[in-house]
């Protein structure tokens, strides 16, 4: 199982570009996760991943108030996951 640090710009980019949208079991399975919450855990690094990116690009582009927006998202994902016990 790769590990990835979702927090790092290019290690996110690297883990998006490797499984797009892909979510729940699917991407469970493509990660080699198994066992109870590997599915809502495989989610949550998902959409924790995409709106940080969305948030960065934001940012890049000088729209911090959207950015803010979306950095509150990615917070309260990793605030109510299991990321920080599985990775």
């Known amino acids: ?36 919450g590997s599915a809502r855990f495989a989610t949550d690094a998902s959409c924790y991943a995409w709106n940080a990116e969305t948030a960065a690009q934001c940012r890049r582009k000088g729209d911090v108030a959207v950015a803010l927006i979306y950095e509150r998202i990615a917070d309260r994902i990793y605030a109510t996951s299991n990321l920080k016990e599985w990775w």
């Open 1 to 36: 199982m790769r590990v990835f640090n979702l927090d790092d710009a290019r290690e996110r980019r690297e883990f998006l570009d490797a499984y797009g949208t892909l979510q729940g079991r699917a991407l469970a399975h493509r990660l080699g996760l198994r066992g109870n």
